[in-house]
């Protein structure tokens, strides 16, 4: 079975830092992009940070220099660094896996997990 279980979301103040992790299981995560999204109240949801299987990354332009994302694939695990955190990154924080199999006619697979709340706020 497969699971995303996220983990390290709370209440901060600006300024402050967080650290979200992911737990995965059921699926191979060495071969898995591993992408944290979020949705912030209001607003849809985003892709937030990216670390494809050979550890390339790309972030969105508003939390570049302020996030990194990381993964251990000896522990199934993937990571959220957050600093510098503002009340703009208040959001519940999903962490997701997702997979193309070119080998195989290119069939997708994607799990989510079911969300952190990170609020940003004095």
């Known amino acids: 079975q497969v699971q995303l279980v996220e983990s390290g979301g709370g209440l901060v103040q600006p300024g402050g830092s967080l650290r979200l992790s992911c737990a995965a299981s059921?699926?191979?995560?060495?071969?898995?992009?591993m992408r944290w999204y979020r949705q912030g109240p209001g607003k849809e949801r985003e892709l937030v940070a990216l670390?494809?299987?050979?550890?390339?990354?790309d972030y969105a332009a508003s939390v570049r220099g302020r996030f990194a994302i990381s993964r251990d694939n000896t522990k199934n695990m993937a990571y959220l660094q957050m600093n510098n955190l503002k009340p703009e990154d208040t959001a519940v924080y999903y962490c997701?896996?997702?997979?193309?199999?070119?080998?195989?006619?290119?069939?997708?697979?994607?799990?989510w997990g079911q969300g952190t709340q990170v609020t940003v706020s004095s």
């Open positions: 059921g699926f191979i995560f060495k071969d898995y992009a």
């Open positions: 670390m494809r299987s050979g550890f390339s990354t």
């Open positions: 997701n896996a997702y997979f193309k199999d070119y080998v195989r006619g290119g069939r997708e697979y994607e799990y």
